[in-house]
């Protein structure tokens, strides 16, 4: 059975991620060249329910991800608004604090036009 790791709301601070985090770090080795994509929501316009760009931080130091090999990533949806093309999603992520200087890059993955993949 896979184990589960909780995180009580009255611990969600940057430490307590840190905590939960910490067993996962060596997964990622010092000094690796790879690109590390982590997969966030960077809300819709006027919502306020999604995780900050201080907690994703939080999260990608609790994991030791290296500094310069990690961008924040999502994918456009189908349905009206902000989030449909590449350009819009960015800016509105910007507005929500994800993106240089204060978190890794934000890259849309599916490209400007919501045309770009790859079969998995």
């Known amino acids: 059975m896979s184990k589960v790791f909780f995180l009580p709301a009255s611990s969600m601070s940057a430490d307590g991620y840190r905590r939960l985090l910490a067993g996962f770090a060596d997964r990622?080795?010092?000094?690796?060249?790879?690109?590390?994509?982590?997969?966030?929501?960077?809300?819709?316009?006027?919502?306020?329910?999604?995780?900050?760009p201080d907690r994703v931080n939080s999260v990608i130091e609790g994991l030791g991800l290296p500094q310069g090999r990690v961008f924040l990533?999502?994918?456009?949806?189908?349905?009206r608004g902000r989030r449909l093309t590449a350009p819009s999603y960015m800016t509105l992520a910007s507005e929500h604090g994800f993106g240089a200087p204060s978190t890794p890059p934000f890259i849309v993955a599916d490209g400007l036009r919501r045309t770009d993949e790859v079969a998995v």
């Open 28 to 52: 990622f080795p010092a000094g690796t060249t790879e690109l590390i994509a982590v997969k966030i929501h960077a809300g819709e316009q006027g919502n306020t329910r999604y995780v900050r």
């Open 73 to 79: 990533t999502d994918t456009t949806v189908l349905y």
